[in-house]
């Protein structure tokens, strides 16, 4: 009851100071004179200062909100250190693959330029090499385990949440050869089918002198140059870890370091270099360092 009464007084008195009306005068120093006033009662000072709180509360709530400084506050930096974790490690994950990539394009440049050959068979029967980061793989802490756990689980619930669509997007490394859209580089009759056993590491096909030569999928021109046992000779880098050779041109229409489209037209059937016996075009196919029968994916 007592309470009751000291709140109901407060109340009253605050209702009754309301009435009352202050003035605030601000004068010019030096001169005396009024420069503004305002007229002032108790209710006003109130509202004015609880805006001024308010706007000064949202002010912070948004700074903390969108700004670094969340990070500072317990808890929330925890789940953005979490989060710009994930994105550097997917970040790495894709520059691993590029360079993994860009290390099978120079590797299989090498071993063209010296004349060496892997087939398919041989690369499917070659099983004695070990990954170095396999081979001795460092122990890992409880808490490097339990953060690994809690991020791989944040990133298929984010997949999930998207739709869950796993699958390898167009132009990635893990879509397999059969489902890649092939060019034929040029209509003819098969003369000679892909023979690893003797060294015919693709196909020849035999069409006009002057039929233009086009590239199979779009990618990038690594070799154009003469050699004397292929002639003229072009090779594309395309996407998947592929690429492409085709020889004996009696013309080149790229250099190295073009971008080509496919369909587009690179060469001009010919009938250079020692091994060739006439107007034919030579194609190989290499898929991840290895060399492949074209005729399994293209029809000439």
């Known amino acids: 009851m007592e309470e009751s009464k000291v ?4 109340w009253k008195r605050f209702k009754t100071n309301s009435k009352d009306e202050y ?29 001024a709180i308010f706007l000064v509360a949202v002010l912070v709530f948004l700074i903390i909100a969108y700004t670094p400084l969340r990070q500072y506050i317990p808890g929330y930096g925890d789940i953005v250190q979490r989060q710009e974790m994930n994105e550097m490690e997917n970040i790495l994950d894709e520059m691993t693959k590029r360079l993994d990539a860009q290390s099978l394009y120079i590797e299989n440049l090498n071993r063209n330029i010296h004349g060496e050959v892997i087939t398919s068979a041989e690369a499917e029967a070659d099983t004695t090499s070990i990954d170095p ?5 460092a122990p890992l802490s409880e808490e490097e385990v339990r953060l690994r756990r809690e991020m ?18 167009p132009g990635s490394a893990d879509v397999p050869l059969a489902q890649l859209f092939f060019v034929v580089p ?26 233009p030569i086009k590239a199979v999928r779009d990618g990038v021109v690594f070799i154009s140059e003469f050699t004397s046992s292929n002639g003229n000779v072009i090779g594309l880098q ?10 004996h041109n009696s013309q080149l229409l790229k250099k190295v370091g073009d971008r080509v ?16 016996t006439g107007p034919h075009l030579h194609f190989e196919l290499w898929h991840e360092g290895s060399v492949v029968d074209p005729t399994e994916y293209l029809r000439f």
């Open 7 to 10: 709140r109901q007084s407060w």
């Open 133 to 137: 980061l396999d081979a001795a793989p």
């Open 238 to 247: 395309h996407d998947n870890n592929l690429v492409t050779f085709y020889k």
């Open 261 to 276: 489209k496919a369909g587009e037209a690179i060469a001009i059937i010919g009938n250079t270099g020692k091994l060739s």
């Open 186 to 211: 040029v209509n003819g009759e098969i003369s000679a089918g892909y023979n690893p056993a003797e060294s015919h590491l693709g196909v020849d096909i035999l069409a006009p002198q002057n039929t």
């Open 23 to 51: 003035q605030l005068v601000i004068r010019d120093v030096k001169s005396y004179r009024e420069v503004s006033s305002y007229n002032l009662t108790p209710l006003n000072i109130y509202v004015a200062l609880s805006a």
């Open 152 to 169: 791989a689980l944040e990133r298929v619930g984010q997949s999930s949440r998207q739709g869950g669509n796993l699958a390898p997007s």
